[in-house]
């Protein structure tokens, strides 16, 4: 069975990383033109780079761990009878922490920089300035955050929009449905003859267009779908 998942800040909230449009939205107080656009970085690069430090910082610093939904899509990924592709517009790395390999970051990764001047994508763990200087080249004040703003491509979006089309399954999890091209992946998938499921703590924008909704938090509801997936496919040999 051809199993297609797309993650979004909602799996990574019970493990204390702030979703964009919640309560406590990373947005606050900042508009997203100003800190997740290509021009809000020309504008004011150290206002983006104290940004994704803070976000970074966060990430690393020991409190934010994977949850069970994280631990259930790494055991899902392992099961026989199941090929998973598993996409995620998070820029953590609890997918990988939680044991998934192969994990597609449409939105890049927190965890790495680009530089401008030689286009290297390297490990990056500490805060990045202007002052950074890029590992690879040399060069200085040259690295960004090895993520896609607003405007710029997804990554990966071929080998993506190829397991779409495969599907035989698509589930959603987490994601309020609002940004593109993500935010059409159900739409592709029910084309290719998908069932999708969508599981949520709430009401998405897209909530309609899938077959089914289940509402709840994914840590709950990641694992007990695991199981009645694993148990199905067990059942058909
Ligand atoms: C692009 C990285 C050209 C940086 C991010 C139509 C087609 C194509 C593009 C567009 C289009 N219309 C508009 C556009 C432009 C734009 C866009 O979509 N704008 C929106 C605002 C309308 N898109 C782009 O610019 C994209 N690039 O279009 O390139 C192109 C054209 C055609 C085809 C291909 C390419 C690039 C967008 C990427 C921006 N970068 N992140 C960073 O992280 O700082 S976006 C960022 O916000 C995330 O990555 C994520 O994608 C998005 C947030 O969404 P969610 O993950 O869903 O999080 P959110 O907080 O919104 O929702 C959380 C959900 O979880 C909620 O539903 C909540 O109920 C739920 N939840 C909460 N707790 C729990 C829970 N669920 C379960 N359990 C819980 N405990």
Redesign the pocket.
């Known amino acids: 069975m051809n199993v297609v998942v797309l993650?979004?800040?909602?799996?990574s909230?019970?493990s204390g990383v702030?979703?964009?449009?919640?309560s406590d939205?990373?947005w606050e107080g900042h508009r997203?033109e100003d800190?997740?656009?290509p021009s809000g970085f020309a504008r004011d690069p150290q206002l983006v780079h104290q940004?994704?430090n803070g976000?970074r910082a966060l990430l690393t610093g020991g409190s934010v761990q994977p949850n069970p939904?994280h631990f259930a899509l790494a055991r899902l990924s392992r099961a026989r009878g199941i090929h998973l592709t598993l996409v995620?517009?998070?820029?953590d790395d609890l997918h990988e922490r939680a044991g998934s390999e192969d994990v597609r970051h449409?939105?890049?990764e927190?965890l790495k920089a680009r530089c401008n001047r030689c286009g290297a994508v390297t490990p990056c763990r500490e805060d990045l300035s202007r002052a950074s200087i890029c590992p690879a080249c040399g060069g200085i004040d040259c690295l960004r955050?090895h993520?896609?703003?607003?405007?710029?491509?997804?990554f990966g979006?071929d080998e993506i929009s190829a397991a779409l089309s495969r599907a035989d399954l698509f589930v959603a999890?987490?994601?309020?449905?609002?940004?593109?091209?993500?935010?059409?992946f159900v739409a592709w998938a029910k084309e290719a003859g998908a069932r999708t499921l969508e599981?949520?703590?709430?009401?998405?924008?897209a909530s309609g267009t899938f077959h089914e909704s289940r509402r709840?938090?994914?840590?709950?509801?990641?694992p007990r779908w695991v199981d009645e997936l694993l148990a199905g496919t067990k059942d058909q040999g």
Do not use: C, D, K
């Open positions: 993650t979004g800040a909602g799996i909230a019970e702030p979703t964009f449009r919640g939205g990373l997203i800190v997740a656009s940004f994704y976000r939904a995620t517009q998070n820029i449409l939105h890049g927190l955050p993520v896609v703003w607003f405007g710029e491509m997804p979006l999890i987490g994601t309020s449905g609002l940004v593109y091209p993500a935010a059409g599981i949520n703590l709430q009401e998405s924008a709840g938090p994914a840590g709950e509801l990641v």
